[in-house]
Structure formats: C-alpha cells, structure tokens
C-alpha cells in the first residue's frame, strides 16, 4: 500500500462561492449578494485560515459583458495581485454555472470559440497563473438550464441538457489551449459533483444510467466518448461530433487532476414505491413514476466521500482535488463535515489515491441556494466568514481550518458523529442497500451510536421553558448537555456554582434561568435583582476565569418604552424593575467577564406553554380569545434564538448582541398573524379593551446584522411545526 509519501502533502485550498446564474431575464451574482465584490480585504481574511490556494473567480460576464473590446481588468488586477502577495496560488474560474455575456448563451454554436477568446485575453494578461478551474461543473450546469429548466434556457429534454454539456466541454477544451500557448505549463482541473445514485430493483435501470451520466464530464474531457460509450445512443451524441465532440474524443484536453464534488444531499435514492413518501413530489420516465430522494435521509449505507473519491481514482487513476467541502446547516456540523472530508481525503491517500488538496468551500457563505438560487430571498448560510454585519466575522469554521493548517487548535467542542451519520437522519422507514443493482462496492456502513463522549454544555435553568428549549436543542443537534435542578445549582449560592463546574467540566454555560416576571420583579427588586445581576454575573465570571464559554440573558426592558431603533450600542434607560436588574448585570458581566455572551431580545414564543400557544390552543378548539392591549417591542422565535445563540456559542462570539426579528409588534398582532399562518381565523383574537392603541416601544436591531429570519418566516416556520406537532422537539 502506497502511503503517498512520495507524493505532495495534502493542500488544503479555500473557494469563494461566486455563482452567477441567469433565471429568466434576471442575473443573480453570489459576489454581489455577499458583498464579496466590494471587499478586498476578503483575500487577507482567507490568508489568515492558511490556505495554500484558493478557488478564486474572474468570470467571463463580470470582466467582459460589452465585448473584449470593452474588458474591464481593474478588478480582478486588484485581487490577483493582492492573492500573489499574500502567497495564495489562485485556481481561477472564468464561468460558473453562468451562460456568458448577453451575446452568447450555452445554445450558441459560438460560444466556445468565444470563451477560448476570452480564455486567451486572460492568460495574456495573467501569464504566471497556472491553475484553472474554467467552467464550474458542466453537467450540473447542464441539468439546472436544460434537464429540470431550473436556469436559463430553461428547457426540460435530455437533448437540451446534452447539448449545453458537450458545448461546456468544448469550451473547456479550446479555453485551456488558448491559455497554453501563452502558459505551456497551465493546469486543467475539471470538477464535478459525480455522487452515486441508488435505488430499489424496479428503479435500477434509471440508476445504472444515472450513474453512468454523472461521469460525462470526465469522459468528455478525457476523450472517453466515442461511439463505443454508453451514453452515446442515449443522449443522440452523434449529432454533435461536428460541434466538436470528435475533437475531444481524437484530440483529448486530459484533466491534470479531477475536482470532486460532493454534497450530503446530491447521493440519492430512487423508489417507485410513492405512497412511502407522502410528502414528497415525484417524477415520471415514461415507464414508472418515483421519487427521488436524498439517500441519506433513507438509505442504510452511503458511498460518502471515501466511496467516490475510491471510484473516481479506480475509474480514472488522475490525481484528484477536492473542490468544494461545504454544508448548510448548524455550525458544529459545518466543521464536523470538514473534519470528515479531511480525514476521507488522509485515509485516501494512505490507501494509494493520489488526493492534492481538499477545499473549504463558500469561505464567505452562500445565499438562496434554497431555491436553488432562482429567486432572491432572505437564505443565507455562512462559511468560514459570516457576512450579515458590517464586516465578516470568523466563523467555528475558520477556527478548524486554522487547526487543519497547522495554525491552531481545533474547535475542540465539537465532536461526535454529524446529523448524516446518526441514527436520527432518517425521515423514512431505512432501506437495506443489499438486493439493489445500483454501485455497492466500498460503500461504508453509516454508525449507529449516538453522541461521542465530549464535554457539555451546562445549562442552567434547564427545567424553564427557555432552558428546556436549550437542552431539547442541544440534544438533537448531537452536542452532550446537562441541566443540573434547583437543588443542584442555585444561582444565590457560589459554593454549588464551583461544585457543578468542578464536576461537569462544561465547554460552555448557558445561563437560562432568572426572574423572568416584570410584575414580579416590581413587587420584589432587591431579590430580583440578587438573582438577574449578582447570581448570572457570579457564574459570568468564574466561567471567564476556567477559559468557559457563556451565554446570559438580557432583555429590551434595559430601554424605556418609548418608540425608536435601539441597536447594541444605545444607552440603556430600564423602564422597570426587571430592566434595572438587567441592566445591572450586564454592567457587572462586561467588567469581571467580558468574554461573554449576552444575548438582549424580545418577548418569546414558540415555546410550549407560552401566552401565545395557550392563546392559539383556545382558537384550535374553535373558541375566541382576548389579548391585553400592550405595546408593540421585538418579538423572538425560541426555536431560531436557541439554534443562533449555540452557533455564536461555538464561533466564540461575545459581547452584547440583539436577537429579534425585523419589526416591533403587539402581543395582539402576534396572535392573529399567527392563528392567520395556521389557517384559524384571527378575527377570533381580540382586544380586551375598545382599542389596542397602546404607543409602540423601542425595536431591537443589531450591528451585527440581521441573524435572525423576519417575523413573517418564523411564523411560516411556527405554523408548520405546531402542524405537524414538533414543537416539543425544539421547545
């Protein structure tokens, strides 16, 4: 067994998610909508990480929209040379998933010749590049605009989709000549997302096709496809050897390394056994109609990274990078996903597979990838930078690939096995992968154990409803947590403060209990405050002292109830009680424990028990309901507050924040566009005096930028989980 030893160390690259897709007569450009295009510092944040390279755009649309005449360079000479001064090797993309300048498109006969030109203009300009990337995987591509009509053109016939494939490749090709006569020594790197596809026996013969299509990318550019090829009859190849097609297959652009793509959701599952997933649309060949869907929502066993990095080297036997390692989702899963394409890519090599690099892709995040980028919505997922302030910030996952470069220590909180290898993945009855026709070889076992042994987070208050809400969190997100009672952890005695932390060694503290009751906190300031400001900054500060993370609760009554923006840095003025002894206790934390969290946000619901479920509970019944009239503040969602506040957690965030959505509104509007999101009648919701005209009070909004989704869609989100009656699942 070859250990790779004789070969270069595993690199490890970075990438900036820079999609720039056409729907209908509208452009959507991830540089724009993550502000990537305006900041040039972006490239001394990705230095810090220690990348070696990185998947960097000048794409074809930005640079030359009028013509090459026209060529606007400035831009990309800015970053380009700021990249080499910083030491990063730039793998430059020319297109990606984008259709050209408005006078081409991937239906013109011409545009490979114009992309070659355009290739060319580059090299000529940038001559001591050698890495490209220059079209972002073409079969994806392919089947978004001519398959499923995702993207322009916007066509649904595996001609279309063929047609855009081979023309994709051609351009390849011809681009990476055109660059070679001014770069001899120029680098192809051709990447794809080429994920199994698995199946029932019914469905095999769909999945033995679709498996052998996802590898038409590398066939092409590696003169595979000839009219001996599979796929040949097929995709009615033999029209398109005159548009190039025979040039590849005689005369061959063989990728110097292959870019592999994977993503937890592109392995799936075909069933045409529809009534399994009543949820879920289904497709139709002409010969049964199924569903397909993801695997690993249904499926015992997976390829994974292991298994397609060992089929694409056992296939190909080229070197193989890979190119985009990301994953939506909760930011300890974001680095437990790295983490294992990291070590898939080490235990490759130890195996003989000849893996270069690995690539932390989408380093400043990703939107609308929801909607597979086809309308502009609110959808963000972070990266290694999170972008929704005024300047990104650092991510748990910049932490790891710092660690992975040898620059640090790793985010040691997060361990355990991630959402896709746990038993909780399934949303379906499992499906045996034995007894199907579909590629099993090395395929790996996913584990069924629950949570790895690791550090907890200690929860204190963990029998009230936001603290609840914390540990039903915490536990399904596969993070270890303990809620010590009453008569374990008192908040007024220091002596079992120490003996909890002594004992549970926790990574991070989350302090959810308190007097949470104006009313009472009017009646009794002196013991209110005793327990919202001394007890939270006692246990603030011997958190600070063990190097333990901590997260304490502030509230918006630290302002008056006047109307207006309050954001973190407005002078707090309580208006009662409860503020005074908030506001206390974040002037006692910020002096004796400033590596704290404090989390300021609005009235809750979604919890359990909370005014507004008994409210929609008496509606659900077919009775009315009567609110108070009270002022209109910032609302929060728990379950989105819960979810946010671990993410910061784990990124290492401190210091004040605003967690609210984007508006002020009364605990009377609340109700009735909730009962409205459920389908109930909000005119059953009324005020117990003639008017609710109380004046509004101030709205939350944060420096930090908006971490939280508008009121409308945790609403959206509330109503669909009380439906389905999940609410105890996150609250």
């Known amino acids: 067994m070859n250990d790779g030893s004789s070969r270069p160390p595993l690199e490890l690259w970075g990438g900036v998610e820079c999609t720039r897709n056409r729907v209908g007569d509208r452009t959507f450009d991830q540089l724009d909508r993550t502000g990537h295009a305006d900041r040039l510092d972006d490239l001394d944040l990705i230095a810090s990480t220690g990348v070696r390279a990185v998947r960097y755009p000048v794409l074809w649309e930005r640079v030359a929209p009028t013509g090459l005449d026209d060529a606007d360079w400035s831009w990309a000479d800015e970053r380009l040379r700021r990249l080499r001064d910083l030491g990063i090797r730039p793998v430059v993309g020319l297109l990606h998933h984008g259709s050209g300048p408005p006078d081409t498109s991937l239906l013109d006969p011409g545009f490979p010749s114009k992309f070659a030109r355009y290739a060319e203009a580059f090299a000529n300009r940038y001559p001591w590049i050698e890495d490209y990337a220059p079209i972002n995987e073409p079969l994806t591509t392919a089947r978004f605009s001519g398959l499923y009509g995702?993207?322009?053109?916007?066509?649904?016939?595996?001609?279309?989709?063929?047609?855009?494939?081979?023309?994709?490749?051609?351009?390849?090709a011809g681009a990476m000549r055109a660059i070679e006569r001014v770069n001899p020594g120029a680098r192809l790197i051709a990447n794809e997302d080429v994920a199994t596809v698995q199946s029932t026996r019914t469905m095999a013969y769909e999945a033995a096709f679709q498996n052998e299509r996802r590898w038409l990318t590398y066939d092409l550019l590696c003169g595979r496809v000839d009219r001996s090829h599979p796929m040949w009859e097929r995709l009615a190849m033999a029209r398109l050897e005159r548009d190039g097609l025979g040039d590849l297959a005689?005369?061959?652009?063989?990728?110097?390394?292959?870019?592999?793509?994977?993503?937890?959701?592109?392995?799936?599952?075909?069933?045409?056994?529809?009534?399994?997933?009543?949820?879920?649309?289904?497709?139709?060949?002409?010969?049964?109609?199924?569903?397909?869907i993801e695997a690993v929502r249904v499926c015992e066993r997976l390829s994974g990274w292991a298994g397609t990095l060992r089929q694409v080297w056992d296939r190909y036997g080229l070197p193989i990078a890979v190119t985009e390692a990301h994953l939506a989702g909760h930011r300890e899963d974001q680095v437990r996903w790295l983490r294992d394409v990291w070590d898939a890519a080490v235990a490759a090599r130890e195996e003989g597979i000849d893996v270069r690099a690995v690539t932390a892709w989408s380093m400043f995040g990703?939107?609308?990838?929801?909607?597979?980028?086809?309308?502009?919505?609110?959808?963000?997922?972070?990266?290694a930078f999170d972008v929704r302030g005024p300047t990104p910030r650092a991510t748990a996952v910049a932490t790891e690939l710092r660690a992975l470069a040898g620059l640090g220590e790793p985010p040691a909180v997060v361990?355990?096995?991630?959402?896709?290898?746990?038993?909780?993945?399934?949303?379906?009855?499992?499906?045996?992968?034995?007894?199907?026709?579909?590629?099993?070889?090395?395929?790996?076992?996913?584990?069924?154990d629950g949570v790895a042994a690791a550090p907890p987070i200690l929860v204190i208050g963990g029998s009230g409803r936001l603290g609840s809400a914390f540990v039903a969190a915490s536990r399904s997100r596969g993070l270890a947590c303990v809620a010590p009672g009453r008569e374990t952890l008192d908040l007024l005695d220091a002596e079992t403060i120490d003996a909890v932390l002594r004992q549970e060694r926790p990574w991070a503290v989350v302090v959810a209990a308190g007097v949470a009751d104006a009313r009472v906190a009017e009646a009794w300031p002196t013991l209110v405050d005793d327990v919202n400001a001394t007890g939270t900054a006692a246990v603030a500060e011997r958190c600070a002292a063990g190097d333990i993370r901590c997260v304490v609760f502030s509230s918006d009554h630290v302002f008056d109830a006047m109307p207006g923006v309050k954001d973190e840095d407005a002078e707090p003025q309580p208006r009662d009680a409860y503020g005074r002894s908030k506001m206390r206790m974040e002037q006692l934390v910020a002096a004796s424990a400033p590596p704290t969290l404090v989390i300021r946000c609005g009235e809750l619901f979604g919890l359990i028990g909370d005014g507004l479920d008994g409210a929609l509970r008496s509606l659900e019944r077919g009775g009315s309901v009567s609110v108070m009239p009270e002022a209109a503040s910032s609302a929060t969602f728990a379950p989105a507050l819960v979810d946010a506040v671990l993410d910061l957690c784990i990124d290492g965030a401190s210091g004040v924040w605003h967690l609210c959505h984007d508006e002020a509104v009364t605990p009377l509007d609340l109700a009735r566009r909730a009962a409205e999101a459920l389908g109930l009648d909000p005119g059953a919701v009324v005020a117990t005096t003639a008017a609710d005209l109380a004046p509004p009070g101030p709205t939350l909004v944060s420096r930090h930028g908006r971490i939280l989704p508008s009121l409308d869609e945790a609403l959206a989100v509330y109503a669909a989980r009380r439906s389905e009656g999940r609410l105890s699942q996150t609250a």
């Open 150 to 172: 995702h993207w322009h053109p916007h066509d649904r016939d595996e001609r279309t989709m063929t047609d855009i494939l081979v023309r994709q490749c051609v351009a390849v």
């Open 250 to 292: 005689e005369d061959p652009r063989v990728p110097d390394a292959l870019g592999v793509d994977y993503y937890v959701t592109s392995e799936r599952f075909l069933d045409e056994r529809v009534e399994r997933y009543p949820d879920r649309g289904f497709a139709d060949d002409g010969r049964h109609t199924f569903v397909d």
């Open 366 to 383: 990703a939107c609308d990838w929801d909607s597979l980028v086809t309308v502009e919505g609110s959808f963000y997922e972070p990266g």
């Open 415 to 448: 361990t355990g096995p991630g959402w896709w290898d746990r038993p909780d993945r399934f949303l379906y009855p499992p499906v045996p992968t034995a007894g199907t026709d579909t590629p099993t070889a090395r395929l790996r076992r996913l584990p069924s």
